[in-house]
């Protein structure tokens, strides 16, 4: 592992360390961020290995106290990830392979991660690269970036895309893509609610980790609570979701109330200075 200086590439410009993690996979952790970027060309396509060192990843952005928030991009520019490496394929992996404890590209099935996940598009995401960004908290894209779910042309149908896009989306656009395989652009993207900010390439990865800075600037716990609420009731009726949350069900909740950064906000608040978050 190389420990480089702070020189503007990190989010904080703080010193930060750059590792590897097997083929394909690098990461820079610049406390409290972690990027995650797939680095395997020409593509970035994530074959089971790749998935499970993403999963690697994502543990240790949910299991480590000083991590708040994570950045996924791909290396390059032009493709985010290309999803399922039918390279891998074609020589015998399985649709149905282990892609590690978080599912197909380490975070969308994670258990317990209530920690923010930003994609940062640099280009085209397709199928499984989709998947994945439909999986994410918040999506900042390149404007030349693409989305397409191309399943159906190669002989099988997506799952996540099957279940994920029509939540996002009207569902006859979203039919429209998974049974045809067209591709969408930014400005439709943006329009439908799918990014929450279209910016030039060369502002990527700036726009993906200013907006990382922000998170960070709010009270750790209830960042995990709101994440834990918004999945715990997406499904449920307003009454029923406001129920659920106060009835002890969703514990990050009750545990950002009883905090003492719950204390902490209003009196800096009055005192008319920046919080000092301890996530206690």
Not at 238 to 257: F, M, P, Q, W
Request: charged share 20%.
């Amino acid at each position: 592992m190389a420990t480089h200086s702070g020189n503007g590439n990190g989010a904080w410009g703080s010193p930060y360390t750059e590792s590897t993690m097997g083929e394909g996979l690098r990461l820079i952790r610049d406390t409290p961020l972690l990027e995650v970027v797939i680095d395997r060309p020409k593509a970035n396509a994530i074959d089971a290995a790749t998935s499970r060192r993403m999963g690697e990843a994502f543990r240790a952005l949910r299991d480590d106290p000083d991590l708040r928030v994570a950045i996924l991009t791909g290396a390059g520019e032009r493709f985010f990830s290309a999803g399922w490496d039918l390279a891998a394929a074609a020589e015998g992996e399985s649709y149905e392979a282990d892609w590690g404890h978080g599912g197909f590209g380490g975070f969308t099935e994670l258990p317990g991660l209530n920690k923010p996940v930003i994609c940062a598009v640099n280009g085209i995401a397709a199928g499984g690269g989709f998947e994945i960004v439909l999986a994410a908290d918040l999506v900042v894209a390149a404007d030349n970036a693409q989305f397409l779910l191309p399943e159906a042309l190669l002989g099988f149908p997506p799952d996540a895309g099957a279940v994920r896009l029509p939540r996002h989306i009207p569902p006859v656009v979203a039919k429209e893509m998974l049974l045809t395989g067209r591709r969408m652009g930014m400005e439709e993207a943006a329009r439908w609610g799918l990014v929450n900010q279209v910016v030039p390439a060369s502002e990527l990865m700036g726009t993906a980790r200013r907006l990382a800075q922000r998170i960070c600037e709010a009270a750790p716990l209830a960042v995990e609570a709101i994440l834990e609420m918004v999945r715990a009731t997406s499904q449920m009726g307003v009454t029923e979701a406001l129920d659920h949350i106060r009835s002890g069900k969703v514990a990050s909740y009750r545990a950002a109330l009883d905090s003492s950064d719950a204390v902490e906000g209003p009196r800096a608040f009055a005192e008319k200075r920046p919080p000092r978050w301890t996530g206690a």
